[in-house]
């Protein structure tokens, strides 16, 4: 569903050039969670703001289901922003005034979807995220781990088949990251309408949960075991 092909990006000029993506590869299916590590500064964030249409390569293509794009900038892809890719932050990015239901149904509306029904999905994604008894609490009056799962409940209220996650569990407690982490992959195993979602993360063992590790390095992608690269192997399941 998700497959990036030869994708290179460069920042500044002359001397001050900075390679930073030099020909990446990777591919996720439809269901598939997948923890992307990497030294800071190896580009991870770069590779999210491409594959989320926010900013344009400089080489190479990228293909969302049926579309294409990769060298086009922002405005060329207007679509892939609004309809196929879902954002996850650490710091969350909820407004603080309006309650979560309205924080989740506000992204709909101004997507173009109709007031009654953006309250009807936000109602049906609050619920999926575990927070039904929390829909007309303000970002203020819930936890860290709460927060993340009202911008979660927005990600996922427009049936975005993508999801990218720059660590988004950052600002949060071991706990209640492994909760989100968990949440992830309960989204992405779904039987009915699974998703996808890339997760960049510097903890290796949420990384060690996800479906399939993809290590950064010198501005290529590769396969990580990284339960072996850090030791997990034979330490406890959940
Ligand atoms: N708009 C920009 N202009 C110039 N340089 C940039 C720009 N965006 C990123 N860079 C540089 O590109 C490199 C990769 O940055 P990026 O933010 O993608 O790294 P990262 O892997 O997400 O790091 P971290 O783990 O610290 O978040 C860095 O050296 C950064 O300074
Ligand atoms: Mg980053």
Redesign the pocket.
């Known amino acids: 569903m998700l497959k990036v092909s030869e994708l290179k990006k460069s920042?500044?000029t002359g001397g001050n050039r900075?390679d930073?993506l030099k020909g990446v590869e990777m591919e996720i299916q439809n269901g598939e969670l997948v923890a992307l590590m990497?030294?800071?500064?190896?580009?991870?964030?770069?590779?999210l703001n491409i594959i989320g249409g926010l900013m344009a390569a400089d080489s190479g293509e990228i293909e969302l289901n049926e579309h294409q794009y990769g060298r086009k900038g922002p405005a060329g892809v207007v679509d892939i922003r609004r309809e196929h890719v879902g954002w996850i932050f650490q710091d969350f990015h909820l407004l603080n005034h309006l309650s979560a239901i309205d924080n989740v149904a506000m992204a709909l509306e101004i997507g173009g979807v109709e007031a009654k029904i953006a309250q009807e999905k936000a109602i049906a994604a609050l619920k999926k995220v575990g927070l039904g008894d929390r829909m007309t609490h303000k970002p203020e009056q819930m936890s860290g781990g709460q927060q993340q799962r009202v911008a979660i409940a927005r990600a996922i209220a427009g049936d975005r088949p993508l999801l990218l996650a720059d660590?988004p569990t950052g600002n949060l407690d071991i706990q209640s990251g492994k909760d989100v982490l968990q949440l992830f992959k309960d989204l992405c195993h779904d039987k009915e309408q699974p998703i996808s979602i890339l997760l960049?993360t510097?903890d290796p063992e949420l990384a060690s949960k996800a479906d399939r590790m993809l290590l950064?390095n010198d501005g290529r992608t590769a396969a990580s075991n990284i339960r072996e690269a850090w030791g997990l192997d034979g330490g406890e399941e959940e």
């Open positions: 920042f500044g900075l930073v990497g030294p800071s500064g190896s580009g991870k964030s770069t590779l660590e960049v510097h950064l």
